[in-house]
């Protein structure tokens, strides 16, 4: 760790009073070694990581810590405040913060280092070293690895007690802060030893978005717990730096599992059949002894996990911090970005089908009875009819990943079989949103169930897939089907009715929806509303035109970012001109994500500016008439675009109404003190727009 961090990396008198002025402070040392090439991005990459989850632990630590592409080499900040500064921990603010800084591509080697200083951080004897150091050179080392703890608190008056009231006298033990990616255990008492008698054994997978701190920790928190609990524990840490899978023999031995993962579990099936506990990543690190006595207690009353453990929000009861709005949002989500490739392919596919047959090619017979190789119209209809059978699965795959979403693998029959009652009963998107819930909560259900040992090994093959599906079946078919089916057509024929000012004011909703949070829920609410209006062979007028408006709207974002850095380049960063280069091409291609590296660094000038310009952009659309076939394309599809004229100049008034506002505002931010910039509270709403993406993780 010699170069990751040295003294002058180490603020021993750190003085700021929020977790934002914290990061920054470190994070300016950073930039002044030339570790960090730009603040205000990195910043924003640090805050985006913060939202997915506080980096606040239990005794006085925060770890704020991303991957991003503004480092240069893998980096470690330490401050310690006396004031205490608050990072959303349990039991109140922290006076040890260590701002770790990984590349994008940090190699193994480096990370694994990272993730031995995230296990001494559960070290009792560590912390008060740290507490009771009083210099940067020595507090440096002391990390590094140069200096013991004893060593560094033999100044401190024996018996003295740090901030989180343990005693400075004791050595590291090297056991304790071993890698357990390899798959070592925790020990077990003497008494167990001496006795004879076999200790209860667990099995623990952790990992974390970042795969770098809280990965580590948990499994270091759940391996002490073990230990006083004369338990053994053997930890697979699903890290950045990799993973070694647990030996089978290791995991066919234990008694018990404990998932601590914020992250999808990679392999899970290996655990099915036994007493499991899954919680989120900061319960195994704050309270592992609870986990292990919960699983204790399901070994005894004999309850198991059914086929794959769940691992999905629903099931992460332990994790008090998600709400069933943030759960219910993540299922809907699933379904919506498992459904979006189909979505594109077909929709693409009609409307190649209708560019080069005409717009009679819907009403041309099945190519398996006519097709000739010389034929334009012959490759036109066959386009078409694969496009077609591509957009057939829309509903299915919606309502099946919902259920995923919320019940895993069991989730994915009862869900495709309710999206198909859907379609079967003309209760298209609706119907599939309403499926694909219903089949999640009645496979959670039966999972639910204490079923004798002999039919564990069926349940996921047979019996989950014919109780639900037969549930959600009957439920489509005989109970909710018709009036969903009625709810969906009274849509459409508003929809088909929408005309003037009505048709205005929706465009302008819908380019506010797709500019809001570029590519976030509120987004593809707006882009699943446009895709579903034109998900049959002979879409309606009312539902093109709101599939253009849809496209405009979310061309708008990036388009106005490339513009603005071309014409007021000198108030966007080096990094913000370059990012600028690249949203030409992606706004061009609809992709509304090109702006966020924009409205991440500034999001309360960069995101209401967008939402005026979509909002125009939207409105224009709609007046004008402009329709679309295509769910996708950008400029690509104008020539399948009715009225494209006057389409490209809905998208040209947008973008310079979204242009303008930004330069204004940014111009107005010019004359505020230094340092007030995109920096503190704005970071922190930047790191609600981008916590879908994978810039931190």
Known sequence: MSEMITADLVDLDLSAETKEAAARALAERMVTLGRVTDLEGFLADVAAREAQMPTGLDGGIGIPHCRSEHVTEPTLGFGRSAAGIDFGAPDGPADLIFL???????????????????????????????????????????????????????????????????????AVSAAASADTATGTTSDTTADAGASGERPFRIVAVTSCPTGIAHTYMAAESLENAGREAGVEVVVETQGSAGFTRLDPAVIAAADGVIFAHDVPVRDKDRFAGKPTVDVGVKAGINKPAELITEVRGKAARGEVSAGSAPGTPVERSGDSAEGYGTKLRKWLMSGVSYMVPFVAAGGLLIALGFAIGGYTVNKAPSVM?????????????????????????????????????????????????????????????????????????????????????????????????????????????????????????????????????????????????????????????????????????????????????????????????????????????????????????????????????????????????????????????????????????????????????????????????????????????????????????????????????????
């Open 100 to 170: 770790i800084a990984a590349p994008a591509g940090a190699d193994d080697a480096h990370l694994t280092i990272l993730s031995s200083l995230a296990r001494q951080l559960m070290n009792a004897e560590f912390t008060s070293a740290l507490r009771a150091v009083d210099d940067a050179a020595a507090a440096a080392a002391l990390i590094r690895g140069d200096e013991s703890p004893a060593a560094a608190a033999s100044t401190v008056p024996e018996g003295t007690e740090s901030a989180d009231g343990s005693k400075n006298s004791v």
């Open 369 to 697: 009875d006519h097709f000739v190789w010389t034929q334009a119209d012959s490759w036109g209809a066959l386009l078409f009819q694969i496009g077609v059978v591509s957009f057939g699965f829309l509903v299915p795959v919606l309502a099946g990943y919902i259920a995923y979403g919320m019940a895993d693998r069991p989730g994915l029959v009862p869900g495709f079989v309710g999206g198909a009652i859907s379609l079967t009963i003309n209760a298209g998107f609706l119907g599939g949103l309403a499926a694909g819930l219903i089949a999640g909560g009645v496979v959670i259900g039966i999972q639910k169930v204490k079923i004798p040992a002999a039919l564990r090994g069926v349940m996921p093959v047979v019996v989950i897939p014919l109780i639900s599906a037969a549930i959600v079946g009957f439920l489509m078919f005989v109970v909710i089907g018709k009036p969903i089916a009625s709810a969906q057509k009274g849509m459409t024929d508003w929809l088909n009715g929408l005309t003037g000012t009505n048709a205005v004011l929706l465009g302008a909703l819908l380019g506010l929806m797709m500019c809001f949070d570029l590519g976030g829920p509120v987004n593809k609410v707006a882009y699943t509303f446009a895709t579903a209006g034109i998900a049959v062979a002979s879409p309606s007028d009312s539902a093109m035109k709101i599939m253009a408006a849809v496209m405009a709207a979310g061309m708008v974002p990036p388009l106005a970012m490339a513009l603005a850095t071309t014409v007021r380049g000198r108030l966007f960063t080096q990094t913000e001109r370059e990012n600028g280069k690249a949203a030409w091409v992606l706004g061009a291609s609809f992709i509304s994500e090109g702006a966020i590296p924009f409205a991440a660094a500034d999001p309360l000038r960069v995101i209401p500016s967008a939402m005026v310009g979509g909002a125009v952009t939207g409105s224009l659309s709609m007046a004008f008439g402009a329709t679309l076939r295509a769910p996708h394309g950008g400029i690509f599809v104008v020539p399948l675009i009715g009225n494209p004229f006057l389409y490209l100049i809905a998208i040209a008034a947008g973008v310079c109404v979204t242009t303008a506002l930004v330069v204004v505002l940014k111009g107005m931010r010019k004359q505020a003190p230094e340092g007030t910039g995109a920096g503190g509270a704005d970071t922190a709403i930047a790191a609600k727009v981008d916590s879908k993406e994978p810039v931190a993780a």
